[in-house]
T-cell receptor, first 115, second 111 residues
């Protein structure tokens, strides 16, 4: 089954404790991305990648890191989490860039609470 | 950067009624997509419309695109309680090669 898998689904942690949210897709997609969703603000782009070793900043990259060492994986790293990073996070993948209109496939989301 | 904006923010209707939501965007685009999100879950792609298309249908969904007004609409006909969800439009925007999403319309369909 084609899918994007995120882990963990839920996490409560404390300020400053490094964490990683994993994302894996089994569709051989080149393009992968991370969004955060906050009430009233919709989905905002954090980072995205068009291929292995190629990553770009989105609209809200501060406080986040990503890596793309393998095509299928695109982990999101919070090196020193802060309460303003409490949010619902989504990973997505697609076979081409937005200009070609290929659909984004989303994971089920990771709800992070930073205390 | 926000490209598309959905309107209304919230919509409450009875089962069997039609639901219409709109999306306005700022810059020229070559395609627009609509997605659905059940509460707290990942978004699911519904339909794509390209800039050379004016209308597209998929089951009970009808999407229109007016590039002169920079707007799109999503019509759900004969709505069901299971259509209760948030609906987002997504467009290519700026220098990003991933789509930009609006804030969404929250649809509630009462049985």
């Amino acid at each position: 089954e084609a899918q994007v898998t995120q882990n963990p689904r839920y996490l409560i942690t404390v300020t400053g404790k490094k964490l990683t949210v994993t994302c894996s897709q089994n569709m051989n997609h080149e393009y992968m991305s991370w969004y955060r969703q906050d009430p009233g603000l919709g989905l905002r782009q954090i980072y995205y990648s068009m291929n292995v070793e190629v990553t770009d900043k989105g609209d809200v990259p501060e406080g986040y890191k990503v890596s793309r060492k393998e095509k299928r994986n695109f982990p999101l790293i919070l090196e020193s989490p802060s309460p303003n990073q409490t949010s619902l996070y989504f990973c997505a993948s697609s076979s081409s860039g937005a200009q070609l209109g290929q659909p984004q496939h989303f994971g089920d989301g990771t709800r992070l609470s930073i205390l | 950067s926000q490209q598309g904006e959905e309107d209304p923010q919230a919509l409450s209707i009875q089962e069997g009624e039609n639901a219409t939501m709109n999306c306005s965007y700022k810059t020229s685009i070559n395609n627009l997509q609509w997605y659905r999100q059940n509460s707290g879950r990942g978004l699911v792609h519904l339909i794509l419309i390209r800039s050379n298309e004016r209308e597209k249908h998929s089951g009970r969904l009808r999407v229109t695109l007016d590039t002169s007004k920079k707007s799109s609409s999503l019509l759900i006909t004969a709505s069901r309680a299971a259509d209760t969800a948030s609906y987002f439009c997504a467009t290519p925007a700026g220098g990003s090669y991933i789509p930009t999403f609006g804030r969404g319309t929250s649809l509630i369909v009462h049985p």
